[in-house]
């Protein structure tokens, strides 16, 4: 199975990093806490909470990884200057700007505060049982449970 950090094919561990479950191999397990940690650190079982609804219409911007770089170089920031100031590795930056990972609303807040940028995008979207055909091909599962739940 493959590493949704690194891509590198291994062991996966499941581990919570910035918040978010992910399956990483072990080499990457040690940027947050893997499960069996959590586990015996608890000395409970893990309950994963749903997002506060003020929080479930918040989207990273898509070009994310072009305002990060352009925002952190206008600072005359370095890539590990960056990291130390977020507390975080340099890697996890280097991806970001490369497009090849999405930070977590979490990170992408500190990215604003620091590089005062605007990264987090809110959407207000209401559906009803009117705007919804089976038939589109945009449908998503969200679509269906805001529908179900009406």
């Known amino acids: 199975m493959n590493c949704e950090l690194c891509g ?3 062991e996966i561990v499941g581990t919570i990093i910035e918040g978010s479950f992910l399956n990483v191999c072990k080499e990457c397990s ?3 806490i893997t499960v069996k940690q959590k586990e015996v650190a608890e000395k409970k079982e893990i ?4 997002l506060p609804e003020e929080d479930v219409n918040e989207f990273i911007i898509e070009d994310y990884y072009e305002k990060i770089k352009n925002a ?5 920031l370095k890539q590990e200057e960056l990291a130390k100031k ?6 996890v930056v280097h991806k970001i700007e490369s497009k090849s990972l999405i930070p977590s609303l979490d990170l992408a807040k500190k990215l604003e505060i ?3 940028i605007k990264l987090i995008e809110r959407r207000n979207e209401v559906y009803s049982k009117k705007n919804i055909s089976l038939k589109d ?3 998503t599962i969200g679509d269906l449970v805001n ?4």
């Open 72 to 76: 952190r170089e206008k600072l005359g």
């Open 114 to 116: 620091v590089l005062k």
């Open 30 to 32: 040690k940027y947050g």
């Open 86 to 91: 977020l507390n975080a590795k340099e890697s």
């Open 47 to 50: 309950k994963f909470t749903r």
């Open 8 to 10: 590198r094919e291994a």
């Open 137 to 139: 091909k945009d449908l």
């Open 147 to 150: 529908l179900k739940k009406k």
